[in-house]
């Protein structure tokens, strides 16, 4: 089971509408990270939260804004999305991001976006 | 940046075969995972190690970080060891986890 749970599962939406994407980890980790992946690639990272704040945003276009309510949840509020963003979403978390490289990343499940 | 490098990209075996995958990287990390995504999407820890050896069950890892690259071994392989490996490599220069383009692996019964 995975310790990091992501809602929804499945999420299908128009290009008009707005959503959110929400993850969830109770393992005491202050580090928080949302990544997208597309068919037959790897995870590209898009944002990071250390202790509850923003600190790397990969260039991730405007209509993807993320949100760390606290330091269990992680939100991404998707707006006005394209086709092409159609994608596996993914949340992980760290314990820490003080040196960020050198903690291990656990992933939740992912929720897998249809644009329409 | 760092650079991650997966081999072979693809495999195909039968069950029961073993099989050693690979990853090169180009610069002294700090951090290395490897993972398992299975058929569903699910993204699976395997294996945590920056450095040294490590065994779980019929898997194994070595990380030999002087010579930059680490390889996981897969033995007796079962139908349900099918999906993609990716190895994840970090640095404090990097300061993200970095993903190599995956090996991904088919067990035929």
């Known amino acids: 089971d995975t310790e990091v749970t992501q809602t929804p599962k499945h999420l299908v939406m128009g290009m008009t509408n707005k959503k959110s994407l929400k993850c969830e980890q109770h393992?005491?980790?202050?580090?928080m990270y949302w990544y997208k992946q597309k068919a037959k690639k790897p995870p590209e990272l898009m944002f990071v939260?250390?202790?509850?704040?923003?600190?790397i945003n990969e260039s991730v276009p405007s209509r993807f804004s993320p949100e760390c309510p606290n330091s269990s949840l992680l939100n991404l509020h998707l707006h006005a999305l394209q086709p092409e963003d159609s994608a596996l979403y993914l949340c992980a978390s760290s314990q820490a991001q003080g040196v960020l490289s050198n903690q291990p990343q656990h992933f939740g499940d992912g929720t897998r976006l249809s644009i329409l | 940046g760092i650079q991650v490098e997966q081999s072979p990209p693809d495999l195909i075996l039968q069950e029961g075969a073993n099989s050693t995958l690979r990853c090169n990287f180009s610069d002294s990390v700090n951090n290395l995972q490897w993972f398992h995504q299975n058929p569903w999407g699910q993204l699976i820890n395997l294996f945590y190690i920056p450095s040294g050896t490590k065994q779980n069950g019929r898997l194994s890892a070595t990380t030999v970080a002087t010579e930059r690259y680490s390889l996981l071994y897969i033995s007796s392989s079962q139908t349900t060891d099918s999906g993609v490996y990716f190895c994840a490599v970090g640095n404090s220069g990097a300061q993200k986890l970095v993903f190599g383009q995956g090996t991904r692996l088919t067990i035929n019964p």
């Open positions: 393992m005491g980790h202050r580090a």
């Open positions: 939260y250390s202790y509850e704040k923003l600190s």
